[in-house]
Nanobody, 117 residues
Framework: QVELVESGGGSVQAGGSLRLSCAAS????????MAWFRQVPGKEREGVAC???????TYGDRALGRFTISKDNAKNTLYLQMNSLRPEDTGMYYC???????????WGQGTQVTVSS
């Protein structure tokens, strides 16, 4: 069974930075696509950034110019560097994985990001 475990969330002030990590088990990150999604209560899940098995990256509007997705295939770990955080970035961030972007087959438990003004 594939397991994805996120970490790195927390509370920061606007303008601050966070780095999220997603460690994958029983899954070959190098041969698959992985992504970050954001969700807040009462709203649909939003794609933040995705990196596919070729290394091609797609960003959602929220991430453009502020967030950077990366993947360390040797460590089977996905990252999301988030800079210039805004209060509207607050939410639960989930890691996902499957063959193609935007993957929705496997999910982590989420990590909470809270940005205060």
């Amino acid at each position: 069974q594939v397991e994805l475990v996120e970490s790195g969330g927390g509370s920061v002030q606007a303008g601050g930075s966070l780095r999220l990590s997603c460690a994958a088990s029983r899954f070959q990150a190098s041969f698959n696509s992985m992504a970050w999604f954001r969700q807040v209560p009462g709203k649909e899940r939003e794609g933040v950034a995705c990196i596919d098995f070729t290394g091609r990256i797609t960003y959602g509007d929220r991430a453009l110019g502020r967030f950077t997705i990366s993947k360390d295939n040797a460590k089977n770990t996905l990252y999301l560097q988030m800079n210039s955080l805004r209060p509207e970035d607050t939410g639960m961030y989930y890691c996902s994985a499957d063959t193609f972007c935007w993957p929705e087959k496997y999910w982590g438990q989420g990590t909470q990001v809270t940005v205060s003004s």
